[in-house]
């Protein structure tokens, strides 16, 4: 009469695992925001520094630099490679967590277009 039930004592189980996940996902996210990745460009006359969540602390800016044009360009791309080596932080740290299981996809959630 209650045959499925069987498959209850498993959700439970799944919750459990599902806790466990979050409070691993929030350490995670909080040592992150420990580390620190910086980001230059124009040979390090503008340097961008992130934490591993990728929030900006702080941006250098070389005081000889002077062209507004130059420092336009120069902008933007110390961002991009901070952000880019807080992602792979980010990365890094998703796959000693889950340790190295080939999850579906978690590649998308990291924000490997490729794949896990």
Request: charged share 20%; hydrophobic share 40%; net charge negative.
């Amino acid at each position: 009469m209650l045959k499925g039930l069987g498959a209850l004592g498993n959700v439970g189980n799944l919750m459990k695992q599902a806790q466990e996940m979050s409070g691993k996902m929030k350490s995670l996210t909080d040592n992150l925001k420990t580390k620190r990745a910086t980001g230059m460009a124009g040979g390090g006359m503008v340097e961008v520094e992130v934490n591993g969540a990728g929030d900006v602390l702080t941006v250098r800016i070389d005081p000889q630099l002077n062209d507004r044009e130059m420092l336009e360009d120069l902008l933007p791309a110390a961002f991009n490679a901070a952000k880019a080596k807080a992602e792979e932080m980010h990365q890094q740290a998703m796959l000693e967590l889950t340790g190295g299981m080939g999850l579906p996809g978690l590649g998308d959630l990291l924000g490997n277009k490729g794949g896990a």
